[in-house]
């Protein structure tokens, strides 16, 4: 079984980013990853507290959503994608930090665009406030929507979507 990494596994940058399905013996260690990732941003608006961002990821965890990520075997991350009508929301994307800066969460990324490409549906991501996670998503491609008490709202906008207006405006 895999284990999470503490520390890079490797320097080798041509290490495949692998998603792959999570299960409910995974949930310690994505509860682990969540609060590592996001201690830092939840610090500076004075706002962390384990026992709340553990309770509320146990509160919404679905499996069958949720992929490991996984760079030579060792758990680096996740993602949780849901499935709404007309969108999928990516409600999280953790990589833990010894990890990031390696381009794992640009490739966890670049797979979820072909899968959302592939089904023709635009992706919905938040953000918390001065987070870096801001500069991530706009530097992917996700264009800011609209701002919330404590998070800003993005889209990707399908690449396959068709521009059905006519050049003359009609």
Known sequence: MPRVLVMPASTDHNCAVVLCAASNN???DLVSIRIEAMRESLE???RFNPDRARERFLGGFDASSTRRIEVAGDLVGFVVIKD???ELLLDHLYVIPSA???GIGSEALTQIFRE???IGRPIRV???KESASNRF???HGFVFVESGEFD???VRINRNAVDLEQPDGS
């Open 26 to 28: 995974d949930l310690e």
């Open 44 to 46: 500076r608006l004075g």
């Open 84 to 86: 709404h009508q007309d």
């Open 100 to 102: 990031q800066g390696a």
């Open 116 to 118: 959302a490409d592939e």
């Open 126 to 128: 938040g953000a918390l």
């Open 137 to 139: 998503y706009t530097r």
């Open 152 to 154: 800003n709202y993005y």
